[in-house]
T-cell receptor, first 114, second 113 residues
Framework: DTAVSQTPKYLVTQMGNDKSIKCEQN?????MYWYKQDSKKFLKIMFS???????INETVPNRFSPKSPDKAHLNLHINSLELGDSAVYFC?????????????FGPGTRLTVL | GEDVEQSLFLSVREGDSSVINCTYT??????LYWYKQEPGAGLQLLTY?????DMKQDQRLTVLLNKKDKHLSLRIADTQTGDSAIYFC?????????????FGAGTRLAVHP
């Protein structure tokens, strides 16, 4: 009964490849996010979707394309992977209008680009 | 723009109290959070406080908020080796009309016997 799940947990790939990371939440939340954590552990928001609509895009290269097929899923597709894309990617979800406005995070996907 | 700052390292002895500090810049009413990240794991929400509160206590955790100085602290009483982790302070931002979290760089807490 995991709340926010991500697949895969680890992803190792060559430069130039295209890859996808999937996220699912079973909390009934409306809003989902992708965050990137770099090698120095710094966390920064990339995207947010509310009810399948993109609402935040934080100047992320257009090689990154999020897709939300429904409220419970937010996937991240990355084209032409570069060395600098190596990081841990975290998905999070939040119930819009909730009293604590809390975001719940998935376990992360560690992407290594060789 | 919004910014959240934390000291990067803290080392304490098992059984002592740990105090992790954070400063933020948003002047609006907002939520402030503490998340814990253990090695190789995701982010676990520890506690949160709304900016109209001064203090919140939850078992071994005490959050203190100084609104005037925009200073937030997390005190862990009777620190245990299992508390060794990175602790992130985060501020809820609503700039642009949308909700997002602005994170500090994380404080790495090392607990030694």
């Amino acid at each position: 009964d995991t709340a926010v799940s991500q697949t895969p947990k680890y992803l190792v790939t060559q430069m130039g490849n295209d890859k996808s990371i999937k996220c699912e939440q079973n909390l009934g939340h409306d809003t989902m996010y992708w965050y990137k954590q770099d090698s120095k552990k710094f966390l920064k928001i990339m995207f947010s979707y509310n009810n399948k609509e993109l609402i935040i895009n934080e100047t992320v290269p257009n090689r990154f394309s999020p897709k939300s097929p429904d409220k419970a899923h937010l996937n991240l597709h990355i084209n032409s992977l570069e060395l600098g894309d190596s990081a841990v990617y975290f998905c999070a979800s939040r119930r819009a209008g909730g009293t604590t406005d809390t975001q719940y995070f998935g376990p992360g996907t560690r992407l290594t680009v060789l | 723009g919004e910014d959240v700052e934390q000291s990067l390292f803290l080392s304490v002895r098992e059984g002592d109290s740990s105090v992790i500090n954070c400063t933020y810049t948003d002047s609006s009413y907002t939520y402030l959070y503490w998340y814990k990240q253990e090695p190789g794991a995701g982010l676990q929400l520890l506690t949160y406080i709304f900016s109209n509160m001064d203090m919140k206590q939850d078992q071994r955790l005490t959050v203190l908020l100084n609104k005037k100085d925009k200073h937030l602290s997390l005190r862990i009483a009777d620190t245990q080796t299992g508390d060794s982790a990175i602790y992130f302070c985060a501020e809820r931002s609503t700039s642009g009309g949308y909700n997002k979290l602005i994170f500090g760089a994380g404080t790495r807490l090392a607990v030694h016997p």
